[in-house]
């Protein structure tokens, strides 16, 4: 059984075509500026337990509205920390025959994410910082190397992978740090698109809701300038850069 925090039907940002789009409860990162902190425990208020047959079903329904590119996308919280359940998920829906696209942090690195991964046809990585130790402050501590070996597997497995990239001021907009993240995938094969998601604070109202201190309280969104210097930046080693 899956444990769902929620599912959205007509998503078009999460993946190509029209998806439905399940987002599962649980995340084993913390990071400062997530704006589903509602979703970060393994279980919440409200959450609903869900087997792959339920979902199947919906998708089922939802199915005229696909055409020939849309489907299913898992998101999260941070959907591989249900990894047991989500693969067999993945398997009941391929079976189905339905286009399936994962939306990760990478954070969790193992043979049973790989074969996740496998059934994938899309991954959409969140890449959050190149450096080790920033990536650390990000997110409560984790480092980036799994994210980068999962970025690796998928590179070699030659499936189709987007990248995500949040550009937050002072913290993931230092033109050194965009430069070296840029580099380390200009010669990757895989990657279809990248995108650069400007912070927003957007969800910052979840947290005065459910008591918890708000990291950056007080900064705002990147300008309109940073972002393009960003892509600038981004668009001198990768292709398919896109301002999401």
């Known amino acids: 059984m899956l444990n769902v925090h929620s599912i959205e039907t007509f998503g078009t940002h999460d993946g190509p075509g029209i998806r439905m789009v399940v987002f599962l409860q649980g995340c084993p990162i913390r990071c400062v500026y997530c704006h589903n902190p509602d979703t970060l425990a393994a ?3 409200g959450c609903k337990m869900m087997n792959p047959q339920q979902i199947v079903a919906l998708l089922e329904k939802e199915k005229p509205y696909f055409k020939s590119n849309g489907g299913l996308t898992v998101s999260g919280g941070e959907p591989t920390y249900q990894a047991d359940e ?3 998920l993945f398997q009941d829906v391929k079976k189905a025959g ?4 994962l939306d990760t942090n990478g954070v969790i690195y193992s043979e049973i994410i790989h074969e996740i991964y496998n059934l994938a046809d899309l991954v959409i990585l969140d890449v959050k910082h190149i450096d080790n130790e920033q990536h650390k402050k990000l997110t409560g501590g984790m480092g980036n190397n799994e994210v980068l070996m999962n970025a690796l597997y998928r590179e070699h497995s030659r499936k189709k992978m987007w990248l995500r990239y949040v550009l937050v001021p002072g913290w ?3 033109p050194k740090f965009l430069e070296a ?5 200009q010669n990757f094969t895989s ?3 990248v995108e650069i998601l400007p912070y927003h604070t957007l969800g910052v109202h979840k947290y005065k809701a459910m008591g918890i201190p708000y990291k950056l309280e007080g900064l705002t ?4 300038q940073a972002v393009n ?5 981004f668009k001198r080693y990768l292709p398919h850069v896109v301002i999401a």
Request: charged residues 25%; proline residues 7%.
């Open 43 to 45: 279980m919440s208020e």
């Open 86 to 88: 989500l693969l067999e």
């Open 98 to 101: 339905f286009h399936i696209t």
């Open 172 to 174: 993931t907009d230092q």
């Open 181 to 185: 993240w840029a580099k380390h995938f």
């Open 191 to 193: 990657i279809e698109r």
């Open 221 to 224: 969104p990147p300008t309109a």
């Open 229 to 233: 210097e960003a892509a600038t930046i």
